[in-house]
Each structure stands twice: as C-alpha cells, then as structure tokens.
Nanobody
Framework: QVQLAQSGGGSVKTGDFLTLSCEMS??????MGWFRQAPGKERREFVA?????????RYADSVKGRFTISRDGAKKRGSLQMNSLRPEDTAVYYC?????????????????WGQGTQVTVSS
C-alpha cells in the first residue's frame, strides 16, 4: 500500500492562500484526490482530484476557480494550491491515492490516505 505524507496547511485570513502537498512513498499511477472534513461534519467531502496520466482533473463546485490540483513529473508528489480562502474552507484536508483511471470524486475509489492537515480560515 502506498504511504502518503502531507505537509502544508495552517491558519490564515479570508482571501489568503495556502498550498498543501502530498508525498507518495512510491511512484504510482492512478489518481490522487483531496478531501476535507469540516468541524462537526461526519463525512469527508470531495475537493479535487487528478489522474496522473494525462493530467485530467476534477473539482468540487465550491472550490472551482479558487483551488488548483497538480502533480510533479515524477508522479510522487501532488499539490493543492488554495487561493481566495474563505471561512467555509476550514477543515482537515486529506490526500488520497487510488488505482482508478479517472479523477474520481468517490472516496471508495481511494485506498491510501494521508494523515490529514488542518486548514483554518478566519474572517
């Protein structure tokens, strides 16, 4: 199973930006997704995903135009650039990897998860 190590996150003000990174233990195909779990919410919601081959990506409507998902050429690191942050973006963010052939928004398609990183946006 692929091990994922996250970095980034922190506390910022509305309108600021942050970058989250996710390092994979081995080079892998498939897709990487980012999910988040807001305070008081039981489920992790989909944020963005990228399919390594072909760079296809997908975004939740709530972050489209503000967040950008990317991966490096060696396919071992993925990033989530988050711009124009809002208080409603406050959550624990998780990266995930799965052997799917599309940028899936379904948590069930991912079998490796990062440790989570807190993002707090204050007004």
């Amino acid at each position: 199973q692929v091990q994922l190590a996250q970095s980034g996150g922190g506390s910022v003000k509305t309108g600021d930006f942050l970058t989250l990174s996710c390092e994979m233990s081995v080079q892998s195909g498939g897709a990487m997704g980012w999910f988040r779990q807001a305070p008081g919410k039981e489920r992790r919601e989909f944020v963005a995903a990228i399919y390594w081959s072909g760079s296809k990506n997908r975004y939740a409507d709530s972050v489209k135009g503000r967040f950008t998902i990317s991966r490096d050429g060696a396919k071992k690191r993925g990033s989530l650039q988050m711009n124009s942050l809002r208080p409603e973006d406050t959550a624990v963010y998780y990266c995930a990897a799965g052997a799917v052939l599309q940028p899936s928004a379904d948590r069930a398609d991912y079998d490796s998860w990062g440790q989570g990183t807190q993002v707090t946006v204050s007004s």
